[in-house]
């Protein structure tokens, strides 16, 4: 619009925006400035972060398919799949959590804590494996809005709120548990539902279990639910500026809270499935399951400082784990330098995340 | 005088004796408002005048302790800016609250978000990603945005006046009964600034009263058709631009002039 549309009388343009008269008349005008080749791609990989996960899976599996034994065969790669299954589901959880610029700690603890429950009711109580799933499902549910109600009622950090929830979900644990495991074989007596997500099935020569099934539906379930709902943008839009998105008319409380609380029902149900992967209840197991999915997530291109990240990122992320670890076992490698690939990977990928918030600068 | 005047009706938000106490801090002392239909009215005080306080009670973020506020003629009682925003009130605010990670077209929608019909909003809440693209399309194109090719290019990648005019899009788009813009031309360029003030005209020219709250005396003078001045917590003088220069408008805002006979209220 020019000066000649405004109302009449009015005073025109000041004196010394004259010379715009004769500069572009668009109200925004969207050109791209000249970019180098890197800017290209530092544009490219912005607009589509989950890229950089996808080739570096890729190549991988190239590279320790080439140089590993047995690695390229169906066993092995479906015994990566089985391997990253709980990780994977405590991913999901952790990546609703840090898209939220959260983190959750607590995750392993509320799965222990569900298992423990599920076990101890199912197994050592007589009750029915019917109840003792759902209540078990709860007890993480109940645990992640304890998180959730901390986080948002009192506005304490997460890191600090879900520091002291690890320790007292593994007190809690051991408390229940007695410090005991359940046996095998007693679960298969008293409630063989709990290892429901143990089952096996063959599909063309290899072996899946249905636990991993459940992972990749989880996957795709929750990659609707953050593209495709009002709610998933709202994850996105807290965790990238909670003050503009309370003032765009979000309940940032209620977001947030359901956020917890549905990261704690995953975490139980990621029990319900390793009830199945293990094939016992152990009090002691899992101790740095949390620490491994935030490795996921992280190396799945997700931003800790929340807003940006994908959750087909953490399954790649799992995945490249996975790989990592097999391909150097099968490579003949010592254990630790599976941790130094891992922790090697965990700084290059935030190094990049960095690199690619400069675009927005 | 400018035509608006001429028709006026009821006034679209009138507020009267509003007060806010903080402590022993009056931040509004029995302020009165009045924003006509089809207006640009500008906003101006010195700093600590409380027009801020003021702008945030018709707004819902302040809740007066005294006085009562009419919009449309109806009295009116808002908690906060999400209930004043249900009754067709928008903000502009000056950090535009906008999320940097979406996309213009989730931004335009944020909280306000359409479902698909049938079974899957209704079960499935699914987003009708289709419809709110078209619509924000539509809504930037009225505003002359229409060189926004791309309606998934995230927030952060564009320039200040280009969010300034997602922001005001968005405000534009939903608004019912008003809009407030604080500070619109403050973070922005002098070639940005003339186009964020062009933008500002047209949502006018669509109908659309606005508040304009600025420090920048040029641009006030330029846009308004009546000038709202502040002092000590209420409402000083509503003066006509045309009327008025600009020192004489700043003198009264601080205090070294007394309101002429000619103002209009």
């Known amino acids: 619009m020019t000066e000649a549309t405004g109302a009449p009388g009015r005073r025109s343009m000041q004196d010394f925006e004259a010379v715009l008269t004769g500069s572009t008349t668009e109200v925004a005008t969207f050109d791209e400035p000249k970019r180098s080749p890197i800017q290209h791609v530092q544009h490219f990989l912005h607009a589509n972060p989950t890229i950089v996960p996808v080739v570096v899976l890729i190549a991988s599996v190239l590279i320790f398919g080439a140089i590993a034994n047995n690695f390229f065969t169906p066993f092995n790669l479906t015994l990566i799949v089985q391997q990253v299954t709980i990780i994977g589901i405590l991913g999901i959880a952790m990546t609703l959590i840090i898209l939220t610029a959260g983190i959750d700690l607590s995750v392993a603890a509320i799965m222990v804590l569900s298992t423990v429950v599920m076990g101890g009711l199912g197994v050592n109580l007589g009750v029915p494996s019917v109840l003792a799933i759902p209540i078990g499902l709860l007890c993480g549910i109940a645990c992640g809005a304890i998180n959730g109600g901390l986080v948002t009622l009192f506005r304490l950090p997460p890191f600090i709120v879900t520091l002291g929830t690890w320790k007292i979900f593994f007190a809690l644990v051991l408390w229940l548990s007695g410090g005991q495991s359940i046996r095998s074989q007693d679960i298969d007596a008293q409630a063989p539902i709990l290892k429901l997500f143990g089952g096996t099935f063959q599909l063309f020569g290899a072996q899946f279990t249905t636990g991993s099934v459940a992972m990749l539906l989880l996957f795709i379930v929750f990659w609707y639910v953050l593209n495709w709902t009002a709610w998933g943008r709202h994850v996105y839009a807290v965790g990238d500026d909670r003050e503009a998105a309370a003032l765009s008319g979000i309940n940032t409380n209620r977001v947030l809270m359901s956020v917890y609380a549905v990261a704690g029902g995953l975490c139980a149900f990621a029990g319900w499935v390793a009830i199945g992967r293990v094939g016992s209840v152990s009090p002691q197991s899992f101790f740095e399951g949390n620490l491994d999915a935030i490795t996921a997530v992280v190396i799945g291109g997700t931003s800790l400082f929340g807003g940006r990240g994908s959750i087909i990122g953490t399954l790649v992320g799992a995945l490249i784990v996975g790989v990592f670890r097999s391909g150097l076992n099968l490579s003949g490698v010592d254990v630790l330098w599976q941790q130094f690939a891992v922790g090697a990977l965990i700084i290059i990928a935030v190094a990049i995340d960095q690199w690619l918030r400069k675009v927005s600068a | ?265």
């Open chain 2, 1 to 265: 005088m400018s035509e608006t005047q001429t028709a006026v009706g009821t006034p679209v938000l009138k507020g009267r004796g509003l007060t806010k106490r903080y402590g022993k801090v009056v931040a509004m002392n029995h302020a009165d408002f009045d924003l006509l239909p089809g207006e640009i009215l500008a906003v101006i005080g010195d700093n600590g005048a409380g027009k801020s306080t003021m702008v945030k009670a018709i707004c819902g973020a302040v809740v007066p302790d005294e006085g009562t506020i009419e919009l449309d003629g109806e009295p009116v009682h808002f908690t906060s800016p999400i209930d004043a925003q249900s009754k067709g009130i928008e903000i502009v605010y000056q950090n535009l609250a906008l999320s940097p990670a979406l996309s213009i077209a989730d931004n335009l929608f944020l909280g306000r978000e359409i479902q698909r019909q049938g079974f899957l909003g209704k079960y499935l809440k699914m987003l009708d990603k289709k419809a709110m693209h078209k619509i924000a399309r539509e809504k930037l194109n009225e505003l002359g945005l229409a060189t926004i090719q791309n309606i998934n290019q995230l927030v952060e990648t564009l320039s200040g006046g280009q969010r300034q005019g997602v922001a005001v899009a968005r405000a534009a788009a939903f608004a019912k009964k008003f809009v407030v813009m604080d500070e619109p031309t403050a973070a922005l360029g002098v070639k940005e600034s003339r186009k964020v003030l062009d933008l500002i005209q047209d949502v006018r020219a669509r109908g659309m009263p606005i508040v304009l709250i600025s420090h920048n005396m040029p641009h006030v003078f330029e846009l308004a058709d009546r000038i709202h001045i502040h002092r000590l917590g209420r409402r000083l003088c509503v003066v006509d631009p045309n009327e008025i220069s600009m020192s004489d408008a700043v003198a009264l805002m601080t205090g070294a002039m007394q309101p002429p006979k000619a103002a209009l209220v």
